[in-house]
């Protein structure tokens, strides 16, 4: 019974301190996941891919396949460089995005990164091109799997009976994996050396298995798009993004805390902010807490994060508030991005 009685009121604790705050969520900046110089402001972007002869086909299904397919390694990887070139010109990052024709030693293996062009040849290709950043496509691969299987359908003869029929389907799975760098000749490295893959899933049927794969349309054209995004996504890694985050704000302490919740309910968080900050002298160091964490919440809701940082800090250092610990540290990670945002548009 004794420890009943513990649990009851250990679970009536949890359940007060979740009724003490309210949730809220807000879309923040942080940087991109790839940081390059500011200055840099022509890029370049190449193609190291050298199309390989992956076998002979002998069966009939491996002819109807490498038909379909024909070039498309070829084609896909030109498409992935296309997708760099169009998001890096819609991105306003550089003030020249060039796509370098010229061929460059790759790989023997289609599916891994050869060894580092040298910065003899970056500098040459710079110098060529009037660019100072190059974007290149190391490598670029696409391997198919067939799976078969049999389903049962009925089907009217010319007597308009119903017969049972086995029709063939067949699923080709093709994976698409390519490698990324690029190179930064003035600082002499490479920033960054990304593989992204993606799936594409194509399915066909007919009175065999030859059929059912000949049935398959529209392989080829979907690796196309699949690549072109690839590239898109690629491209975006120099980029910062927006993304979600969420919250905790105190609404118990006060009848202010109450009427700030309702205002903050409906959007109204200059108003809440009034509110808590009137409540950050209030001579119940446990409110007075809360207020502080609460004008913390305010002033990164506002984009001041020093703000932030100092009234949360006080909300710990002086009243002791349990979650402006945890909260703190979430406001040096801001500030540090923050910090990184600027760097990387040239603040």
Not at 8 to 22: G, P, Q, Y
Not at 69 to 89: E, F, I, P, Q, W
Not at 141 to 151: A, E
Not at 225 to 234: D, E, F, K
């Amino acid at each position: 019974m004794k420890k009943l009685n513990i649990l009851l009121s250990l679970l009536i604790l949890i359940l007060a301190a979740s009724c003490a705050k309210n949730m809220l969520t807000m879309s923040v900046t942080v940087p991109a996941p790839v940081t390059i110089a500011p200055e840099l402001k022509k890029a370049g972007i190449i193609n190291r891919c050298k199309p390989t002869d992956k076998g002979k086909m002998f069966d009939d299904i491996d002819k109807v396949l490498s038909a379909e397919g024909k070039n498309l390694d070829r084609d896909g990887a030109k498409l992935a460089l296309t997708g760099v070139y169009d998001a890096l010109s819609g991105f306003n990052r550089f003030d020249a995005v060039k796509q370098i024709g010229d061929s460059f030693p790759g790989s023997p293996s289609a599916n891994v990164f050869p060894a580092q062009l040298d910065w003899a040849t970056i500098d040459s290709i710079c110098k060529k091109n009037d660019v100072e950043i190059i974007f290149a496509l190391e490598f670029y691969d696409t391997d198919s799997k067939i799976d078969y299987s049999t389903v049962t359908k009925q089907m009217t003869n010319p007597l308009g009976l119903n017969i049972p029929v086995i029709e063939h389907h067949a699923t080709i799975t093709t994976v698409i994996k390519t490698g990324w760098r690029i190179y930064e000749p003035a600082s002499r490295i490479v920033s960054d050396e990304f593989i992204l893959s993606e799936v594409v899933v194509s399915e066909g049927a007919g009175i065999n298995p030859l059929v059912a794969v000949g049935a398959i349309s529209g392989r080829k054209e979907a690796v196309n798009q699949a690549s072109r995004t690839i590239g898109q996504h690629y491209a975006a890694r120099i980029m910062p993004y927006w993304i979600r985050v969420s919250r905790e704000y105190f609404v118990r302490g006060s009848s202010d805390f109450k009427i700030a919740k309702r205002r903050a309910q409906v959007g109204d968080w200059d108003g809440a902010a009034e509110l808590w900050n009137r409540q950050t002298t209030n001579p119940k160091r446990k409110a007075a807490g809360r207020a502080c964490y609460n004008m913390g919440i305010s002033c990164e809701i506002n984009g001041d994060l020093d703000g932030a940082y100092n009234w949360v800090s006080k909300s710990y250092t002086d009243y002791k508030t349990r979650a402006a610990r945890d909260y703190l540290r979430i406001l040096k990670y801001r500030i540090a991005q923050r910090d990184e945002l600027k760097y990387q548009r040239g603040e």
